[in-house]
């Protein structure tokens, strides 16, 4: 019912830059909020970030804040995430997804996934 597309992910220096973008189409209205993800090669899925459409209130992974901006477009149910000074531990496959539930922390809370785009993060 909710189709969800990332795109933007890539090779950058450590240090770089990289925006993402979700563009989600369907039955979005249902919607709660989007959020990102991102899995490292042997490890799990963890939270990155996530948006409210209702406030446009957002929330971070510690280890992100400071660093990485989510933001939203809702003419075109596009969510963003802006990441500078990427590390390259952060290489990972990055994932967005929507949740029609009110809590936005844990992989289990999203009802859709994208499927992912990989951001590699070099030395």
């Known amino acids: 019912q909710v189709q969800l597309v990332e795109s933007g992910g890539g090779l950058v220096q450590a240090g770089g830059s990289l925006r993402l973008s979700c563009a989600a189409s369907?039955?979005?209205?249902?919607?709660?909020?989007m959020g990102w993800f991102r899995q490292a090669p042997g490890k799990e899925r963890e939270f990155v970030a996530a948006?409210?459409?209702?406030?446009?209130?957002?929330y971070y992974a510690d280890s992100v804040k400071g660093r990485f901006t989510i933001s939203r477009d809702n003419a075109k149910n596009t969510v963003y995430l802006q990441m500078n000074s990427l590390k390259p531990e952060e290489t990972a496959v990055y994932y967005c997804?929507?949740?029609?539930?009110?809590?936005?922390?844990?992989?289990?809370?999203?009802?859709?996934w994208g499927q992912g785009t990989q951001v590699t993060v070099s030395s």
């Open positions: 948006i409210l459409w209702s406030t446009r209130h957002t």
């Open positions: 369907g039955r979005t209205f249902s919607s709660n909020a």
């Open positions: 997804a929507d949740t029609i539930r009110g809590s936005i922390w844990q992989e289990r809370d999203y009802d859709y």
